[in-house]
């Protein structure tokens, strides 16, 4: 049921018999599907046709910019594309995508899905389980990333039986009933949407779709159609706990058997509203990811015992607790998650959170490893205060990032969606903070009217830590398929198809790596955690600089050890911005042999060879080189190729430009040259790249070396 619209089992499966008639007279191969469509009777009219064929669905989130569009399409290798519209010309151009739009547009000759549906025979058709379905993750933390749901389609027996056996458990962790009443409200193109209304129409239940999603129509979904269960969200149960309170108490929801809510963490606050509300035995929570399915499910009588638990793993569910080494930590020590199920396709998969296992088997988790703020050592979980936030009556949800606005440690800022019509003040939020500790306490608390969402509602950080001095505009909730497109426009980055290809990446990352094992430098464990999550990391970033979203982070000046004794204050970076750094030197040593000539540090060397051994040698050739001339000039060679200010970035430029190297390539390695974030001048702490451009282009100033003859420090012999 959508609206007004009421469609039989009898009816569904006629149609979906029609249309895969349809489909399978026109002979379009290979047999996959993108469905681009709400939540609405048609959509299942689609899955239920590909099922009858065996076709595969890709699940395509709406209103995909163009261009991620004809990417997702051209990876999948989709022969049809059943979306509300048909996509510009531009996105299927060379692409063999048949497009079938709900309705007709300007083009008379155009399939239509009714046209399919209404041209198609009543031809018997029987599917032998659901179509294999692919998924793609939500995109909050990078790139999405297509994630196949086809699991144990080619496994033997004894992997088909664990499947079947870890899909039971799940479904019996929560109510089921014959002739169900479901609300449905997630979309459809998100594993929870496609699941939930499965397992109910499996058990002859009543879906009644709502989309987008309305809190006041949801409550009166909830009493005249008396619903028995809903997937939900915890956006969504806020949204109706803030309608006003003689609109609450004037629907009926005592029919409400379970509500089941994943995405997210329940805050206590609202977890003590449902139970007030639906019941005190209704709220079911579940843990997943989109990699890996659910992981766990908390009913209510466990959060009684373990309120902070998200329940035992499931059948056939493992999950392993690692440092950041990667080895795996004691019972009732925190570490990432590395999580393996029969929907997993039989790997553990990183799905980016940080958690415990207790000496029973639950599973609590502590939050994102990316929202990991370490300051002074210690380790603060954004979604702590997070949490400590939320609980407050006003806020409906809270996002907390670490800015490097400090020159020493991150500030820690907490932007608090508020609920329409609050009256609290920063002041007033901090009284929900008592009971953290004190070095988790925001610097900055930031009211706006909307926190930045992507399709299914999850907050989005990356615009948050985008905007370090100034909150959010009002209302401008931003959504990662369309936030990457208007970056875009003004994004003066290259192309992506030369520095920082994937494999360029990479090797920029084992240079760096291998450099970093060598430094004793602060805050090591950030290159261990790049480490253990590179391939994400890494497609993260090219989503980043190809949007024009990267921005470096501020480097901070430290104290690096230099020998007995001795330290040399450096710009510290980022190890992500070390690693575009490293790309870009390399882009454009080719350029610099002119000038350089002969065994340049590190050039010609592999990976394998560079670090702090090379290092060594570095610093022993200069010693030769100026051996016998004056003490000064050593220290001042050190300097430069350690610090770098002696580096004549206009001459640097004016060479790459005549060597042939892009504008824009030039200037973007000149900016980073001549001062990370406009904060610190100098080269920042990488010895790879600040032997070869510093002891390459030395200023006039340095008179003892110019005096010497020294106008580049290299390797020789």
């Known amino acids: 049921m959508h609206g007004d619209r009421v469609v039989s089992y009898q009816e569904w499966n006629a149609d979906a018999d029609r249309l895969a008639d349809a489909l399978a007279r026109r002979r ?217 309170r003689d609109v609450l108490a004037s629907h009926d929801v005592s029919s409400v058997e379970a509500v089941t809510v994943g995405g997210a963490a329940v805050p206590a606050g609202l977890r003590r509203w449902c139970d007030g509300y639906f019941g005190p035995d209704r709220l079911y929570e579940f843990y997943g990811a989109t990699e890996v399915g659910v992981v766990a499910t908390l009913p209510p009588r466990v959060r009684a015992e373990r309120p902070d638990s998200c329940g035992r793993p499931h059948l056939h569910v493992e999950v392993r607790v690692v440092a950041a080494d990667g080895a795996p930590v004691p019972a009732g020590v925190e570490g990432e998650l590395l999580i393996r199920t029969p929907l997993g396709g039989g790997e553990f998969h990183r799905v980016g959170d940080i958690g415990v296992l207790d000496g029973e088997g639950y599973l609590f988790v502590r939050g994102r490893t990316r929202d990991v703020i370490v300051r002074g050592g210690r380790r603060i979980h954004a979604a702590e205060v997070e949490h400590a936030l939320s ?53 900055r608390i930031e009211l706006v009217e909307a926190l930045p969402r992507n399709d299914v509602g999850k907050v989005v950080k990356g615009p948050l830590r985008r905007t370090p001095h100034r909150s959010p505009r ?88 230099k020998g007995a004794g001795a330290h040399r204050p450096v710009p510290l970076l980022d190890p992500r911005d070390r690693v575009v750094y490293t790309a870009l030197v390399r882009a454009v040593l080719p350029s610099l042999g002119p000038v350089l000539g002969g065994e340049v540090f590190g050039w010609s060397a592999g990976p394998d060879t560079s670090g702090g051994a090379q290092w060594l ?16 000039l050593w220290s001042t060679c050190a300097d430069v190729a350690a610090f770098g200010q002696s580096v004549r970035v206009d001459v640097l430029r004016a060479d790459l430009l ?6 824009d390539v030039a200037d973007r390695l000149v ?3 001549t001062g990370i974030g406009g904060r610190q001048p100098g080269l920042p702490h990488d010895q790879w790249a600040s032997a070869v451009l510093g002891g390459a282009y030395l200023a006039p100033g340095d008179a003892a070396l110019r005096a010497a003859g020294v106008a580049f420090v290299r390797i020789v012999g």
């Not at 499947?163 to 019996?172: C, G, H, P």
């Not at 609050?422 to 610097?443: F, I, K, N, Q």
């Not at 040698?617 to 000064?632: D, I, K, M, N, T």
């Open 28 to 244: 379009l191969v290979p047999a996959v599907a993108a469905v681009s469509l709400p939540a609405d009777p048609d959509w299942f009219v689609v899955n239920l046709a590909l099922a009858k064929l065996g076709w595969r669905h890709v699940a395509v989130p709406p209103d995909l910019p163009p261009d991620q569009l004809r990417a997702l399409l051209s990876g999948a290798g989709a022969a049809v594309l059943f979306a509300d519209r048909s996509p510009d010309p531009a996105v299927l151009a060379g692409l063999s995508v048949l497009p079938v739009p709900r309705t007709a547009g300007p083009d008379p000759a155009e399939a239509t899905l009714a046209g399919l549906v209404a041209a198609g025979t009543e031809v018997a058709r029987h599917s032998r389980a659901d179509p294999p379905l692919v998924l793609h993750t939500s995109g909050t933390t990078g790139a999405r990333r297509p994630v196949s749901r086809d699991a144990g389609a080619d496994a033997g027996a004894a992997e088909a039986r664990r499947l079947w056996e870890y899909q039971r458990d799940v479904a019996e962790a929560t109510p089921a009933r014959l002739r169900n009443r479901t609300l449905l409200t997630a979309p459809m193109h998100h594993g929870t949407g496609p699941g939930f209304a499965q397992r109910a129409l499996g058990l002859a239940g009543t879906v009644h779709l709502l989309h987008p999603f309305d809190p006041l129509a949801a409550l009166r979904l909830i009493d005249q159609a008396r619903i028995t269960h809903w997937a939900a969200t915890p956006l969504m149960l806020h949204r109706i706990r803030l309608l006003p």
């Open 391 to 443: 609980a407050h009556p006003a806020v409906v949800e809270a996002a907390v990032v670490g800015l490097p606005d400090g020159a020493t440690v991150p500030d820690i800022v907490a932007f608090c969606e508020m609920a329409p019509g609050a009256a609290a003040t920063p002041a007033d939020l901090r009284s929900v903070l008592a009971g953290l500790d004190t070095a988790a306490h925001p610097e």
């Open 671 to 673: 900016a980073l040259l």
């Open 617 to 632: 040698e570095f610093e022993q050739a200069a010693r030769r080189l100026v051996r016998g001339r004056s003490a000064r």
């Open 658 to 663: 005549g060597y042939g190297v892009a504008v």
């Open 474 to 561: 009002p209302g401008a909730a931003v959504s990662t398929v369309d936030d990457g497109a208007r970056r875009a426009a003004g994004s003066g980055w290259p192309a992506l198809d030369g520095w920082a290809a994937r494999d360029a990446l990479d090797r920029a990352w084992a240079l760096v790596r291998q450099e970093a094992a060598g430094d004793v430098v602060p805050e090591p464990e950030r290159y261990r955690a790049v480490a253990l999550d590179w391939p994400r990391l890494r497609d993260e970033l090219r989503d980043d600089l190809r949007t024009g979203a990267y921005r470096p982070v501020p480097a901070r000046v430290v104290a690096v050890p």
